[in-house]
């Protein structure tokens, strides 16, 4: 497999390297692998710290700045930052405020980012998103992945803590988006970690992966390869089968590319979902097209719906400006 | 009777249990890659090498040896290894307390103290296709053994054989707890990566705690 690295050892380091160059606005603390917003800590706001394995890109250092993250800890691909990098980002943020965890539901992360919490010197809230219908939910099992959603609670609770709430607030606002949040993705290839050179899965050319999450690791099934309009029928039907999705102020809806579908594609899915969700009677408010959590060079895609209100809407329109969302500011 | 558990001892398990990880990366990696993401081997080594380096300049009792050990992993591994292995460690640590050595009573009960630490941090049970599954029944066979009489090289090896048995059960199991989880029943039918190398940690325990040549 062929990618624009130089030791498979070095991806991060070099990576965050460029992150440095490109945006002089962040600060990127290279030996704890943390990314900041040049001003953080703020005094008086309440700090947010996410973070995660690698691989995501833009999630979740593409996604700090004003009006979203104060901070991201950067784990190594697909593993999970370690606590000292968490601890590091949370201390670097604490504006006195206290600081939000926001948490894919993984193991690993949900650990790492425990043991940070218990050795924090500040007060410490986390959220832990687990949107992924593609997970069966129940007492038995660690419950549903954190995906799309995800990018959702990092923008709408950032604009909660910029507009100066209270951590128990803004850790409100950030449940409320999870709790109103649903997703479902699909692989049309899987994906190569740097470290390993090959393929996570094999994946037949005239076969897709339905119901994957964002490690490369396989989904819930195997079908034929079918038309754009199906494959958004499969990502859409669980949706809506698992969550009450019609009335109140309509939905934010969100398609999102994996890291190697094109965007064209992905404006040719919004079609296809924008209009099941119009066949099913539920108004499309917003929406966002792109690729904001990948699974490095993946192809397929993953759809997110948000159940949107009054107070959300106001939050998801509030000015963001980060490297890879940035509007009215 | 004169077994004990002291610097040296813990020096040489954590040694070969680095070594055994070194040999085994393939293994641990492509047992993940068939039901979790495919880092097990890689993770566990870089922090079992750090261990390594990390206990070559520290010079101290267990506890300190045991507690420079999970804070390393904790540092260096990531994943869910990183806290379940670092958490091991610590509680194996807070156990020996400040014990120049361990009777086998007391290695017994530092190992049950680490197996609790590995619950309250992952939440596992019997039977979820983890690291537990293969470190639970070391730890009764071990206890069992010693209640019975027997020798610490006995007990040892009884803690090993039952280790083995439980990673080999993890196989016809459905995971319930990690990545692997997410797979349902696809995930039945792979041996835990989190099992085998449990299984290795008790393994290499019993060859390297174990009296035989020594008095």
């Known amino acids: ?329 | 009777m004169s077994a004990v558990v002291d610097a040296g001892a813990i020096r040489s398990w954590l040694g070969l249990f680095a070594e055994e990880v070194g040999s085994h990366v393939d293994l641990l990696t492509q047992l993940d890659a068939a039901i979790g993401d495919a880092d097990h081997g890689t993770n566990l080594d870089r922090g079992m090498k750090a261990v390594s380096g990390a206990l070559a300049t520290a010079d101290a009792e267990p506890g300190v040896l045991l507690k420079t050990t999970g804070m390393t992993l904790v540092s260096t591994v990531g994943g869910a290894s990183g806290p379940l292995y670092g958490t091991f460690f610590l509680r194996m640590a807070g156990s020996a307390s400040d014990a120049d050595s361990l009777d086998p009573d007391a290695f017994a009960a530092a190992l049950r103290a680490g197996l609790e630490g590995v619950v309250a941090r992952g939440r596992a049970q019997a039977g979820d296709k983890t690291m537990f599954d293969a470190l639970a029944p070391a730890c009764d066979a071990l206890d069992e053994a010693l209640a019975s009489g027997a020798t610490f090289d006995d007990a040892l090896r009884a803690a090993s054989v039952a280790a083995d048995a439980g990673r080999d059960a993890t196989t016809p199991m459905l995971a319930r707890k990690g990545r692997a989880s997410y797979l349902g029943e696809r995930s039945v039918g792979h041996q835990d990566p989190g099992a085998t190398s449990a299984a290795l940690l008790v393994a290499t325990a019993a060859r390297a705690l174990s009296t035989g040549a020594s008095p």
């Open chain 1, 1 to 329: 497999m062929k990618k624009l690295i130089n030791a498979p050892a070095d991806v991060l380091a070099e990576a965050l390297l460029g992150v440095e160059a490109a945006h002089p606005d962040l600060r990127v603390d290279h030996q704890n692998r943390v990314i900041f917003r040049g001003d953080a800590p703020r005094a008086g706001k309440v700090g947010l710290v996410s973070g995660g394995g690698s691989g995501h890109e833009p999630l979740h250092g593409g996604f700090v700045g004003p009006g979203m993250l104060d901070a991201a800890a950067c784990g190594e691909v697909f593993t999970s930052p370690v606590p000292d990098q968490i601890l590091a980002a949370t201390r670097g943020v604490d504006g006195g405020a206290g600081v939000l965890h926001i948490v894919k539901n993984y193991t690993g992360d949900v650990m790492n980012f425990e043991m940070a919490a218990e050795l924090a010197d500040t007060e410490v809230v986390a959220v832990v998103t687990d949107d992924d219908v593609a997970v069966q939910d129940s007492l038995y099992t660690v419950g549903r992945r954190g995906v799309g959603v995800t990018v959702l609670v990092e923008k709408i609770a950032g604009a909660a803590a910029e507009s100066g709430r209270s951590l128990s607030e803004v850790a409100d606002v950030a449940r409320k988006v999870n709790a109103q949040g649903r997703s479902m993705g699909l692989a049309l290839t899987s994906c190569t970690v740097p470290a390993a050179g090959s393929p996570t899965f094999d994946l037949p050319e005239d076969q897709i992966e339905v119901g994957i999450g964002i490690h490369g690791e396989p989904g819930r099934t195997r079908v034929p390869l079918a038309p754009a309009s199906e494959m958004a029928q499969m990502l859409v039907d669980p949706i809506l089968d698992d969550h009450e999705f019609t009335g109140g102020d309509g939905v934010l809806a969100f398609v999102n590319g994996m890291g190697g579908s094109p965007l064209i594609e992905l404006y040719l899915m919004y079609h296809e979902v924008n209009r099941l969700l119009g066949k099913a009677g539920i108004t499309v408010a917003r929406s966002l097209v792109g690729s904001y959590i990948t699974s490095l060079d993946m192809a397929g895609c993953s759809v997110t719906l948000l159940k949107l209100d009054d107070e959300l809407l106001r939050l998801w329109d509030a000015p963001v400006r980060t490297s890879a969302l940035r509007w009215g500011a």
